[in-house]
């Protein structure tokens, strides 16, 4: 086909097919008797562009199927977000096809409740969006070979919906036989484990071909930080976790995931303190660069109970410069701390739940309305709370 070039219009111009044609002639030189053999081509290519200029480019216009397609490759929270862009995708996205459930939960005696046939059916139909296996080890209610060849076969249909699976007290049998199909997940971003007492080592990740393996896919992991074999977990995913919920029950590992793991894309921490008493506390030089090298990349940070944090709270939210959301529940905090959380100039949302006086908190808390970003502030006092009970001496106070 002849150049075209000369007569494409700019945006916003408007320029019919005859204009069109007649400017290609001149420019190009032609003659009336090749002119008329292309005549017919050349309308046909000008019209061409005068229909594709015309056309709209918004996302908003695209076909029902286009955007079917589109909105299958969307998370489950994305999908509610998209609900709110306008009406169409509103009435797309609440079609069947999309419903889910929000969460499946099954124990060792879910065959007297459930049609395993009718929870594979609805899973290969792509409606499952969270599964939670609870086993009750210590008590005898385990998963028989019957149920857990059912779970697995459950999982392996929904690897392309599943996107949060969460395992609670599990044996060492049962998390055997579940990362294997754990490994073929492609949607899985949310997973949390708790080991069961009679649990020793979690499972090594499989690797299965050239493929990426199901646990590539993880971002945030909810952890109970009981073995050794959990921080291996932690490190194995360590590059691309983004949000990490951490139960400690072992204070060792937990210094040693703050002072030896490197997360590059960590942005949001949680640490919950479940340590026994005679575990003590965290003592001042035991966290070193890492952890401060973890701290400073936070966006969101929230600690629960934190006597075994107590001795170096007001050294670690220093080096959380870059917090924007910063929760405090159950916690001693002393005056420095404050002094350090109202140089937060960038932070947005602060919840305090203190077991300070209320005295030291009203005074203390109202240098917090100062920082100029902040949106969200609740500070609340845990009443009928002794400092004996937690072995606090007076200098920690």
Known sequence: LPNVAPFVRKRGTSLGTQACCRRYRVLSGCSTASWAELNKKHLIIASLFNEAATMSTSILDLPTEVLDHIFDFLPFINRQHAKLV???????????????ATQLNLTP???????ADDLLR??????????RLVEASGRGDNFSQESLASIVQLLEAGCYSLEKIQLDGCTDSFLRAVFDALGKMRRMRNLIFFLGEESTELPKIPVTGPEPIGFSFVTNLDLGLTKASCLELVNSLASQLTCVSLHVRVKDLLEQFLNELHLPALHSLALYDYTPDNQG???????GDGCWRILAQLKTLRIRNNFMFCAVLTEMISHCQNIKHLTLEHCLISMQCMKQIGAF????????????PWGFIRREGESLLDLPNLEHLSLSLEAKIKFENYGLTGSAR
């Open 109 to 115: 005696d879910f065959h007297r409740r459930w049609s």
């Open 122 to 131: 609805f899973a290969s139909q792509g409606k499952l969006h969270s599964i």
């Open 86 to 100: 306008c009406r169409r995708w509103n009435q797309l996205l609440s079609a069947p096809r999309y419903m889910k």
């Open 345 to 356: 100039k960038g932070l947005k949302e602060l919840y305090l739940i203190s077991y300070n």
């Open 281 to 287: 506390t965290i003592e001042p030089g035991a966290l």
